[in-house]
């Protein structure tokens, strides 16, 4: 079992993370250069070694922190000291290629229209596909990952900025300047079964269900004819003593 870091640890982590390199760990900040604490979270938690940490640990680095070198507001988290110039450069030439994951169910969507940002204020693109798949997992377990020609795009009057060393900003990526894998056909639904009928011990072969009343109103009826009989016979028998004493 791992060693758990000390909060000192932590804390000198995340102003690395924070304050440097958002972009090593598959991190964009906003305008304002705040990161979603979920997002620090999930990008710490994908280290080795550092795979317990929560929400709670990050908190608990906030609250016994002596000095200012986090600053949080509401959800949001950044560094106030660090390394400056974190921030992206406009108007970079991109690489030829780079790559982006979109959500599974999303993907045919993607192919008719392009590559949107789905809940990010713009789209990400990495310069390795490990990176992509790293950011991809942490909206699709199974993302799909894309190919973007970004040069070819750039040509075509993309404007690309670069957060870092490796991630790169696009608003749109249009359809003709990415490529990924063949669009899963849709399976098509089995024919419903048609209802069987129900088989039960009655509807077997050679098998027969007893009435009751039917079965209690023919002992009645052989009582009574059982009764006719004697009285029948009986009066036989007198009829016979009559005359032999005539």
């Given at each position: 079992?791992?060693?758990?870091?000390?909060?000192?640890?932590?804390?000198?982590?995340?102003?690395?993370?924070?304050?440097?390199?958002?972009?090593?760990?598959?991190?964009?900040?906003?305008?304002?250069?705040?990161?979603?604490?979920?997002?620090?979270?999930?990008?710490?938690?994908?280290?080795?070694?550092?795979?317990?940490?929560?929400?709670?640990?990050?908190?608990?680095?906030?609250?016994?922190?002596?000095?200012?070198?986090?600053?949080?507001?509401?959800?949001?988290?950044?560094?106030?000291?660090?390394?400056?110039?974190?921030?992206?450069?406009?108007?970079?030439?991109?690489?030829?290629?780079?790559?982006?994951?979109?959500?599974?169910?999303?993907?045919?969507?993607?192919c008719q229209k392009g590559i949107f940002p789905m809940g990010q204020h713009r789209v990400f693109l990495a310069t390795t596909g490990d990176?992509?798949?790293?950011?991809?997992?942490?909206?699709?377990?199974?993302?799909?990952?894309?190919?973007?020609?970004?040069?070819?795009?750039?040509?075509?009057?993309?404007?690309?900025?670069?957060?870092?060393?490796?991630?790169?900003?696009?608003?749109?990526?249009?359809?003709?300047?990415?490529?990924?894998?063949?669009?899963?056909?849709?399976?098509?639904?089995?024919?419903?079964?048609?209802?069987?009928?129900?088989?039960?011990?009655?509807?077997?072969p050679g098998s027969f269900t007893l009435d009751m009343e039917r079965s209690q109103d023919l002992q009645k009826q052989r009582f009574k004819t059982k009764g006719l009989k004697k009285e029948i016979a009986w009066k036989k028998d007198a009829r016979k003593l009559r005359?032999?004493?005539?």
């Amino acid at each position: 079992m791992a060693k758990l870091r000390t909060p000192k640890e932590l804390r000198k982590l995340m102003i690395y993370v924070l304050g440097r390199r958002p972009d090593e760990f598959g991190l964009v900040p906003d305008k304002e250069g705040f990161v979603r604490i979920k997002d620090l979270v999930n990008g710490i938690s994908e280290e080795p070694g550092w795979g317990y940490v929560r929400k709670s640990h990050i908190h608990e680095v906030i609250i016994t922190s002596s000095d200012n070198c986090l600053i949080v507001e509401d959800d949001r988290i950044r560094a106030a000291c660090g390394k400056k110039g974190v921030g992206p450069v406009t108007g970079v030439l991109p690489p030829k290629l780079l790559y982006h994951c979109v959500r599974r169910k999303s993907y045919p969507v993607v192919c008719q229209k392009g590559i949107f940002p789905m809940g990010q204020h713009r789209v990400f693109l990495a310069t390795t596909g490990d990176l992509a798949l790293r950011m991809g997992r942490r909206r699709d377990p199974k993302p799909v990952l894309l190919t973007v020609q970004a040069q070819r795009a750039s040509q075509a009057g993309v404007t690309f900025s670069r957060q870092g060393e490796l991630i790169y900003m696009v608003d749109h990526v249009p359809v003709g300047y990415f490529s990924g894998p063949p669009i899963p056909k849709e399976k098509k639904e089995a024919p419903k079964p048609k209802d069987e009928p129900v088989v039960t011990p009655e509807t077997l072969p050679g098998s027969f269900t007893l009435d009751m009343e039917r079965s209690q109103d023919l002992q009645k009826q052989r009582f009574k004819t059982k009764g006719l009989k004697k009285e029948i016979a009986w009066k036989k028998d007198a009829r016979k003593l009559r005359r032999k004493r005539k």
